[in-house]
C-alpha cells in the first residue's frame, strides 16, 4: 500500500490500541494512556512461535494494522469479535476431543 493510504490506518491503529488497553486497566491507570504514549504501555514482543511459524500476537500493533489493511473500517468491538471462535471452531475442537461420530447399531 502507499503511504497516503497507510497513514490513515496506523492513526487508527494507535486509537484502537488505546481504546482495547482502556479496557484492561483501571480508570486511574487508564487515564495515564493516550495516543502519544501508548507504545511505552505495550509489550515489544509483536510474535510467537506456533508449531513451524512465526505468528502475529493478536493485539499487537502489527497485528491490528495486519488487520485494517484488509478492512480498514474495522472498529475496535468488530476486531475482538474477530478473535472469539466461530461455530466452526468450536465444532472442529468438539470432533477433535470426542473423535468421529459413531453409530450404534
Request: proline share 6%; charged share 30%.
Amino acid at each position: 500500500m502507499n503511504s497516503k493510504q497507510m497513514k490513515p490506518i496506523r492513526r487508527k491503529a494507535r486509537h484502537i490500541l488505546v481504546a482495547w488497553l482502556h479496557t484492561l486497566m483501571t480508570k486511574e491507570e487508564a487515564s495515564k494512556i493516550n495516543y502519544k504514549n501508548v507504545f511505552s504501555f505495550i509489550p515489544n514482543q509483536t510474535h510467537y512461535y506456533q508449531g513451524d511459524t512465526f505468528r502475529l500476537q493478536p493485539w499487537s500493533y502489527k497485528w491490528i494494522v495486519q488487520k485494517l489493511k484488509r478492512n480498514p473500517l474495522l472498529t475496535y468491538d468488530q476486531l475482538n469479535d474477530t478473535l472469539q471462535p466461530t461455530e466452526k471452531d468450536l465444532r472442529r475442537h468438539k470432533m477433535i476431543e470426542e473423535g468421529p461420530i459413531k453409530n450404534d447399531k
